[in-house]
């Protein structure tokens, strides 16, 4: 097979995006003989997304929303004319916007028959919604649910990385039943670099009396960096407390924030190729995400063995399962759960441990290619008779 990955993503979104399970999925495939190439954003799409926003009077929530539309109707019909030019046999899109548009476009360029395509939800049941940082008006709404609908019957696979986001989905799409399209493929345990705490504390230049909490994503509202910020500072451990945050993105807000929420200690706001490295230096993982189609950073830190606390949104108590302490995503669940944490060594033993377990026994990439393999050939070949 010759596949095609296609995102919206920019190359600095690679570290905590949705890169980070797609690069290794691709590297396994490659092992296994097919040619993969991933499609992204090589540098930011400002010029005719610019032009057609200028010409629309709405509110800049609004705008930058229809532009980040504009922009993945962009990427699908790169990916059709790039398909066509270098004939790939399959095209796999990370949301299904992408994918309409490339569909639309395939049509145009090439004989679609011949290419087979499909693609990922990475939202949590349909990725046509409102979420925090996120503003749809009705008409534009109701346009990408329908064309988000037609497109996950019409591929030749969907896949989530939850068996819940699946059913999340056929809830949101009013759906009978769950196509037989859909497919439900977890990501792989990440291939991290770990050592000891004390050596990475060392090299980081922590200090051995802070108790290190640590939380990873891109610096956007879906991730509620702020909750987390706001019960560290309330905490009576507070002066033992070191807030981290490894993330992409603009941290001008969130620093800003966490000097008026008087925290003891300035938090770290930071971003990294070096995970595992952090992970290593950490006593406690904790992710405030308001929701989570699958939740890479989460497994990660449960390879690194911490203690988790995780808000109990979307796909986390599927994936965590009891590993987890699982909270509401509210500042007030948070810091009881954190005061219990820190109040007994106990517990973080304990939870450290359900960690272990959930990592020993959580399927690797050569597990996960392979059950991608076995979509794109057996739906492939179903649609070539």
Not at 272 to 299: K, R
Request: charged content about 20%.
């Amino acid at each position: 097979m010759k596949i095609l990955f296609v995102s919206c993503e920019l190359e600095t979104d690679l570290r905590y995006g949705i890169g980070k399970s797609t690069l290794p999925l691709m590297r396994q495939l490659q092992k296994n003989g097919h040619t993969t190439y991933y499609l992204y954003q090589t540098n930011p799409p400002y010029k005719i997304e610019t032009f057609i926003l200028n010409l629309c009077r709405s509110p800049p929530l609004f705008r930058a929303t229809l532009g980040h539309a504009l922009i993945r109707f962009k990427m699908g019909a790169k990916a059709a004319w790039l398909a066509k030019r270098d004939k790939y046999t399959h095209v796999h899109c990370s949301d299904p916007v992408i994918a309409t548009s490339f569909h639309f476009f395939s049509i145009l360029l090439l004989n679609n028959k011949k290419v087979f395509w499909g693609f990922s939800e990475h939202g949590f049941g349909a990725y046509v919604q409102n979420r925090p940082g996120i503003s749809l008006s009705p008409h534009l709404k109701n346009f990408l649910q329908f064309c988000e609908k037609k497109t996950s019957l019409q591929s030749h696979w969907l896949i989530s990385p939850s068996f819940s986001g699946l059913q999340q989905l056929k809830q949101d799409l009013k759906l009978k039943n769950i196509s037989q399209n859909w497919h439900s493929v977890y990501h792989a345990k990440p291939d991290i670099k770990l050592i000891n705490k004390k050596a990475a504390r060392t090299i980081l230049g922590w200090k051995n009396d802070l108790t290190y909490i640590i939380a990873v994503g891109q610096l956007i509202e879906l991730k509620q960096f702020p909750i987390f910020i706001s019960a560290c500072s309330e905490l009576i451990q507070n002066p033992k407390i070191q807030v981290v945050i490894l993330g992409q993105g603009d941290s001008s807000y969130l620093l800003q924030f966490s000097q008026t929420c008087n925290l003891a200690n300035k938090a770290l706001i930071t971003h990294t190729d070096d995970i595992g490295l952090y992970l290593s230096a950490s006593d406690l993982y904790v992710s405030t995400s308001a929701t989570e189609s699958f939740g890479m950073a989460n497994l990660e830190a449960a390879v690194a063995g911490l203690p988790i606390i995780c808000t109990r949104v979307g796909a986390v108590a599927e994936i965590m399962g009891t590993c987890a302490l699982l909270i509401e995503p509210e500042k007030e669940a948070l810091k009881k759960a954190l005061d219990d944490v820190l109040s007994s060594p106990a517990n973080i033993k304990k939870m450290a441990q359900k960690s272990h377990i959930l990592a020993k026994n959580w399927p690797g990439i050569i597990e996960i290619a392979q059950q991608y393999e076995k979509i794109f050939l057996t739906q492939s070949a179903s649609h070539a008779k």
